[in-house]
């Protein structure tokens, strides 16, 4: 499970942000939300709220670089555009198999180097007390080079940087850097990524094709999210009837617009009154939406993954949105967890939803960008944990992270410049 990321001049990120999924045990509301784990207790769920453009998206990238470089994929990670410093830091901590890692590393985007790794282990007392066991660094900058076993310790500094250690050598022939590997590995690979304007259909696909559990609960969430379906299927594709339909008519979602995956997106199909029609041509783009979402979220569910939204509430009833983060508060739950972007302050519920370091904001000025949970908020600032009207008082502009359009001004320049037109004439 996550808990913590940090990141330091990376996209829209200029000063270091940092982000928790810690819970504050201190409030006792919504026990359900926590995941309790060798002395750790991790949030199940987090909202991110603030107005388009501030950072949220960025956010999510940040975790998608982490993901892709850790996985020796291609990333994108860039470093802050306005700032002239080309070092990207980016830092996750995670909770695998029951022990909780730190990993950090530090990205030169002009050099392609890797000047920085650290590779910690955080243990705790029964008093609650943090202690942290290094198991690697690598630190080109102030050659400071570290491991627990000695072996490699040697030979760090004259290791090549343009990639991340655990890809750079042969770790079978060093017991820590395979446990390293294994377990960064194990963690990223459990994160799923996805925005909302652009889901995957393929998964959902693929869990369709076979008939066994996992395809009925992906069926049973589709026709459970009140979509007014009888059913969802995959099919044979001579039982599929298409009347009435534009030979050129082709779905809007990119994602579901890719012609070698037709047939397969044909097959899946939503019966109503008993009849069955290809979801793609038939369906609502929210219902699509939907079918593609369900995928990840039950096999989220069932595998205690990492599921990372972006714009979780595009194209989704708010009812939809909210049922969707019980399902992950839920005592059921017991290993999975989601993270979100979100504009719909219909979610911004702590009377019945959310505990407050639960809600997180992305604020953005002219001196930078800032994210913050509601948890910092005290009740003598008139935030409490149970507070109705968390909600207006972000409407307000008390909270932040709230944006102020002065489209007036763009309506009275059209009309001002129309009759200058009328006027010359």
């Known amino acids: 499970m996550l808990i913590d990321v940090q990141v330091k ?25 926590v995941h309790k784990e060798s002395n750790f207790n991790i949030l199940k769920v987090a909202g991110i709220f603030g107005p388009n453009n501030s950072g949220k998206t960025c956010f999510v990238k940040c975790i998608r670089c982490i ?5 020796n994929e291609k990333s994108d990670l860039q470093s802050n555009l306005f700032s002239k410093n080309q070092i990207c830091e980016l830092g996750v901590t995670f909770l695998n198999g029951g022990r909780k890692f730190k990993y950090d590393f530090k990205f030169n985007v002009k050099s392609k180097d890797y000047i920085y790794e650290k590779f ?24 400071i080079y570290h491991c627990k076993e000695q072996d490699i310790a040697s030979v760090l500094s004259i290791v090549a940087s343009n990639n991340l250690l655990i890809h750079l050598v042969d770790v079978n022939k060093f017991k820590t850097l395979s446990e390293i590997k294994r377990i960064l590995i194990s963690f990223a690979s459990n994160i799923d990524i996805i925005n909302m304007n652009n889901i ?8 369709m094709k076979n008939k066994n559990e ?44 890719i012609p070698e995956q037709l047939m397969d997106q044909i097959r899946l199909v939503s019966v109503y009154k008993g009849v069955e029609v290809p979801s793609l041509l038939f369906d609502s783009t929210g219902t699509k939406k939907i079918a593609a ?20 509430d595009s194209s989704i009833h708010f009812k939809l949105t909210r049922a969707i983060v019980a399902m992950f508060n839920n005592e059921l739950n017991d290993s999975a967890q989601m993270i979100f972007t979100v504009h719909d302050i219909n979610l911004m519920d702590c009377q019945k939803l959310f505990r407050k370091e639960q809600i997180w904001f992305v604020h953005k000025d002219n001196d930078g ?10 009740a003598k600032e008139g935030i409490r944990g149970d507070s109705s009207l968390i909600s207006e008082k972000y409407k307000k502009g008390i909270l932040g992270a709230l944006p102020d359009p002065e489209l007036i001004n763009s309506l009275l320049n059209i009309k001002g410049h129309n009759r200058n037109i009328l006027e010359n004439e």
């Open 293 to 312: 979402l369900a995928s990840y979220i039950i096999d989220g569910l069932e595998k205690g993954r990492i599921l990372i939204i972006d714009e979780l």
């Open 214 to 257: 996992l395809q009925s609960k992906v069926a049973d969430f589709i026709k459970n999210a009140d979509l007014y379906l009888d059913d969802f299927k995959y099919v044979n594709i001579d039982k599929i009837v298409i009347n009435k339909i534009n030979e050129n008519e082709k779905p809007e979602e990119n994602a579901l617009d």
């Open 9 to 33: 001049n990376c996209f829209s990120f200029e000063e270091q942000i940092n982000f928790s999924m810690k819970a504050d045990m201190r409030n006792k509301k919504f026990g359900a939300n």
């Open 200 to 207: 995957p259909i393929q998964k959902t696909i693929d869990l």
């Open 67 to 71: 993901k892709s470089i850790i996985l």
């Open 120 to 143: 910690v282990e955080i243990t705790k007392d029964q008093y609650g007390n943090e202690s942290e066991d290094d198991w690697l660094v690598k630190d080109n900058v102030n050659n």
């Open 369 to 378: 960008v800032y994210m913050y949970s509601l948890g910092k908020f005290t």
